[in-house]
Antibody, heavy 120, light 107 residues
Framework: EVQLVQSGAEVKKPGESLKISCKDF????????IGWVRQTPGKGLEWMGI????????TYSPSFQGQVTISADKSINTAYLQWRSLKASDTAIYYC?????????????WGQGTKVTVSS | DIQMTQSPSSVSASVGDRVTITCRAS??????LAWYQQQPGKAPKLLIY???SLQSGVPSRFSGSGSGTDFTLSISSLQPEDFATYYC?????????FGGGTRVEIK
């Protein structure tokens, strides 16, 4: 059974860096795209970007390009979402999710979410 | 970016009612639309993909229809576990975008 397990909640200060993770326990990691979604009360669900762990090909939403880095380590079946310098506006719940197939981009498997709080 | 507009933003209904939620895209997206259900404190769950295909394990009381710019999610007979927030998502072109959500509440 495919299962995505995310790292725990984080509390950070503005300007700090952060890397959160998403581990695939389903042995399909290099065969499917993995995406990241941000959820906030104000903007709802936002698609941030996706990565193909097999070759680390990545596509970002223009809204998040340059603001975050999506990466993956296929040797440990783990995807990452990284910030160099956090802002208060990065406060949100972040979900990783698996893209359903190569021909259809809905997310069929989701992680449990990582709550990130950025506050001075 | 393609804008997705859901209506209504919330609906009150009773167990056994039929509920219909609408999603409109700002431009044509063919049948590239997904629907998700989100319970409070949980991750979204895929219900429908490609506008009308039921995801494995999802009860048949859920159905989707539409193409182009106008889409519908229907719940034929609302069950207690269906009270949640529903989101549409266009999967036609990057960046993929979500609707603002429709909250289904108990009347």
């Amino acid at each position: 059974e495919v299962q995505l397990v995310q790292s725990g909640a984080e509390v950070k200060k503005p300007g700090e860096s952060l890397k959160i993770s998403c581990k695939d326990f389903g042995h399909t990691f290099t065969s499917f795209w993995i995406g990241w979604v941000r959820q906030t009360p104000g903007k709802g669900l936002e698609w941030m970007g996706i990565i193909y762990p097999g070759d680390s090909e990545t596509t970002y939403s223009p809204s998040f390009q340059g603001q975050v880095t999506i990466s993956a380590d296929k040797s440990i079946n783990t995807a990452y979402l990284q910030w160099r310098s956090l802002k208060a506006s990065d406060t949100a719940i972040y979900y990783c999710a698996r893209v359903r197939s190569s021909s259809e981009d809905a997310f069929d498997i989701w992680g449990q979410g990582t709550k990130v709080t950025v506050s001075s | 970016d393609i804008q997705m507009t859901q209506s209504p933003s919330s609906v009150s209904a009773s167990v056994g009612d039929r509920v219909t939620i609408t999603c409109r895209a700002s431009q044509g997206i063919g049948s590239w639309l997904a629907w998700y259900q989100q319970q409070p404190g949980k991750a979204p769950k895929l219900l429908i993909y490609a506008a009308s295909s039921l995801q494995s394990g999802v009860p048949s009381r859920f159905s989707g229809s539409g193409s182009g710019t106008d889409f519908t999610l229907s719940i034929s007979s609302l069950q207690p576990e269906d009270f949640a927030t529903y989101y549409c998502q266009q999967t036609d072109s990057f960046p993929l975008t979500f609707g603002g959500g429709t909250r289904v509440e108990i009347k």
